[in-house]
């Protein structure tokens, strides 16, 4: 069954750092989303992304953040210089329409020292 | 304001059991309806859809009251794999985000 992806699984930066997650939707998939969730806490929406540009993002989503799809399979979140606040479960999702489920990824564990 | 409110729990129920989860939405707006399930440290997962007529999958029964803003899950004789936070979606149309609740936790003891 397909699967959308996520690298790394966890990764630990210091503030101020930049990162960039990884995530590799499912292949024919179209719609591209990124959430994250902070420990004990509700999943939030960040950014959706469709026809190589960002369709909806979230008062979250701000400068420090950005979402690239470099080639035809890697969807990247990059966070420009992180806070301690970001540390977080990233959730990568794609769907095959914008009606049709969204398939979650297993997440990046980012931790911000 | 909390866009979708759900009992946190944790609910501790025992094997076989019947429990009801509720939910509530603020954005008289949503279109679409969902419970997925989450795991501890995992991604959400789609349990099932939810809609206006109501629909039952197995062991699983979702409601949807648009007049009340309301949403249920049903849990018939709960399993022990059933333990794992339940978390209430909604959306307004198909092709935007997901808006998720905090979770009803529920743990089924042997």
């Known amino acids: 069954e397909p699967e959308v992806t996520q690298t790394p699984s966890h990764q630990v930066t210091q503030m101020g750092q930049e990162v960039i997650l990884r995530c590799v939707p499912i292949?024919?998939?179209?719609?591209f989303y990124w959430y994250r969730q902070i420990l004990g806490q509700k999943v939030e929406f960040l950014v959706s992304?469709?026809?190589?540009?960002?369709?909806?993002k979230s008062e979250i989503f701000d400068d420090q953040f950005s979402v690239e799809r470099p080639d035809g399979s890697n969807f990247t979140l990059k966070i420009r210089s992180t806070k301690l606040e970001d540390s977080a479960m990233y959730f990568c999702a794609s769907s095959d329409s914008g009606y049709n489920e969204q398939f979650f990824g297993p997440g990046t564990r980012l931790t911000v020292l | 304001r909390k866009e979708v409110e759900q009992d946190p729990g944790p609910f501790n129920v025992p094997e076989g059991a019947t429990v009801a989860f509720n939910c509530t939405y603020s954005?008289?707006?949503?279109?679409?309806f969902f419970w997925y399930r989450q795991d501890c440290r995992k991604e959400p997962k789609l349990l099932m859809s939810?809609?206006?007529s109501g629909n039952e999958d197995g062991r699983f029964t979702a409601q949807l009251n648009r007049a009340s803003q309301y949403i249920s899950l049903l849990i018939r004789d709960s399993k022990l794999s059933d333990s794992a936070t339940y978390l209430c979606?909604?959306?307004?149309?198909?092709?935007?985000?997901?808006?998720f609740g905090k979770g009803t936790r529920l743990s089924v003891i042997a």
């Open positions: 979606v909604v959306t307004v149309s198909g092709n935007t985000p997901l808006v």
């Open positions: 954005n008289s707006a949503s279109q679409s």
């Open positions: 292949s024919n998939h179209l719609y």
């Open positions: 992304f469709y026809n190589n540009e960002i369709s909806e």
């Open positions: 939810v809609y206006s």
